[in-house]
């Protein structure tokens, strides 16, 4: 794929709506999670192309493609996990509290993104060091 074709926001753009289709898809015919907590299978899909879609565009993070496929399965692996978890504990805690859904969804997100972006940087600390840093 050509990067230079589409910006990065369009990457982005075309991933989250790939990533949220194929989400809605297992939530029909696969999972039977009550309306509330469909959310999390969205934002555990959509979890890895915030991520890999700026390391992939960001020639400063291309470094991180020269790792070997068990790590970045590894790292693909505790994204999407670390997404479901932190959706799953904040949609919990918020389910019941009479919050509308919109507010649900978006402290579901932001909690699901946080944890899965933070176990990312965790085991690859390097991919976001800039030159002073090294």
């Not at 926001?9 to 009550?34: D, E, K, R, T, Y």
């Not at 996990?81 to 389910?95: D, H, P, Q």
Request: no cysteine.
């Amino acid at each position: 794929m050509d990067k230079e074709s589409v910006p990065q926001w369009g990457w982005l753009l075309l991933g989250l709506f790939a990533a949220s289709m194929v989400a809605q898809l297992i939530n029909v015919f696969v999972l039977s999670l009550p309306e509330d907590y469909q959310t999390i299978t969205i934002i555990a899909a959509m979890s890895p192309v915030l991520i890999y879609v700026g390391v992939w565009y960001d020639e400063d993070r291309s470094h991180y493609w020269e790792n070997s496929r068990e790590h970045i399965a590894g790292d693909v692996l505790f994204v999407v996990s670390g997404a479901a978890i932190g959706s799953a504990i904040a949609l919990v805690v918020i389910v019941d509290l009479g919050v509308g859904r919109f507010v649900q969804d978006i402290i579901g997100m932001a909690a699901g993104f946080l944890l899965s972006w933070g176990l990312f940087w965790w085991r690859n600390p390097e991919v976001y060091r800039t030159e002073a840093d090294r």
